[in-house]
């Protein structure tokens, strides 16, 4: 499926795509030494650092490769993530938090923003988005100038310690919600590991993080009021955490069928039978991956109201597929392999933990009736509705 991938996209962007291979296949065993709630997949992450995967995301004409910013680059862009999510979940999900908040400053940030945060990327800063929180959230309030102040906590903090530059929102005071790039190497925060006590995902310090009059300059205000929910990015970017999953799911696959080999188990029929349906699954999840980059490449090309919803409606379908599939993969791989197969030093317990974790993304029943309600409404057939109409 790689060199599909890479047939399909453009020439530019196969380096990248080589890069995330290359990360793939060196940080399976960072992951596996690194499975604990303090610590951090730090090899890889410098792997990352000594790619050009941190800065893809940026404008071209800031030094980036546009990468998941224009129609033609979405492919690569998932494809990629999938491929640091087969090596490991949490650089996968590190990446992609990191990804999310560089489409973000393109979309919102004036040209001195992006000016400023371009060069905080390419010195190394690590960025990411921090939304959740529970009652004791963040606030912003004004200074006695013209800047900030920002009060409160953020849970599933993901990368504390590492992320130097979050998006964190906060409200303000007439209850709307702002955006913030977060200068944290000017400020001081309070971290609470003890909050993170995860089944999986244990290395990515999904810690909780609380600001204490921590200022906040205009310059890190970044777009207006309710930015951060703006469709169809809000629900749309699903499609890559569910690209990240799906490259979990793959790597089962593999390490299945290298098990099965080694015991000598290639001629039982009911193993290949399983095997047939775990490749089954990954592939359909494959070709979701395809038709989602290309339902986002046609709303980037024409931004309008109707597709816009009808990616929303494409991506939530692609996320609710790929949750089922790779729960379905996970319970074949654990019937192939049996209890000998989740014992150290095979990868299987720990792949399993993370990705059974990282698959509970928030409200998927919500997501689902949406698909449902949308499709109830539509008065087109099945095939029109999700038709992606290439040849316009």
Known sequence: MKNNYNRITTARLRDLITASNNIEAYS??????????????????????????????????????????????????????????????????????????????????????????????????????????????????????????????????????????????AAKKDGSWQMCVVQLDKISIKSDSSWWNPMGMKASRSFKVTFDDSPIPQISLLGSAGSYYQQPGFSGGAIRFAAVQLGAAEQLLDETKKYLKSLNRIDDPFQKMRLAQ????????????????????????NPSVSEGENFIMYANMMRTAIEQICTEVINLCQKCIGARGLNKPYHFERI?????????????????????????????????????????
Do not use: C
Request: aromatic share 10%; charged share 20%.
């Open 278 to 301: 775990m490749a089954i699954a990954v592939e359909s999840g494959n070709q979701w991956l395809i038709a989602s980059a290309l339902k986002l490449d046609r709303f980037m090309e």
């Open 28 to 169: 399976i065993i960072d992951a596996a030494e690194t499975d604990f709630v303090d610590s951090f997949p730090e090899k890889t992450f410098e792997k990352l650092k000594s790619s050009a995967l941190l800065t893809a995301s940026i404008a071209k004409k800031f030094g980036g490769k546009n990468l998941g910013l224009r129609p033609g680059t979405n492919l690569a862009l998932l494809t990629i993530l999938k491929n640091v999510g087969r090596g490991n979940l949490v650089m996968g999900r590190v990446l992609e938090g990191h990804i999310n908040a560089q489409i973000l400053i393109n979309q919102f940030g004036n040209k001195k923003q992006k000016k400023l945060f371009a060069e905080d990327a390419f010195k190394g800063n690590l960025f990411g988005v921090w939304n959740t929180q529970a009652q004791d959230g963040t606030f912003l309030t004004r200074g006695k100038k013209d800047g900030y102040y920002l009060n409160g906590s953020k849970t599933f903090a993901t990368g504390t310690d590492y992320v130097t530059r979050p998006i964190v929102t």
């Open 352 to 392: 399993i933990r993370d990705l059974s974790t990282y698959l509970r993304q928030p409200a998927p029943d919500a997501v689902l009736a949406d698909v449902g309600r949308y499709v109830l409404q539509s008065d087109i057939s099945a095939g029109e509705i999700w038709n992606l109409n290439l040849n316009k």
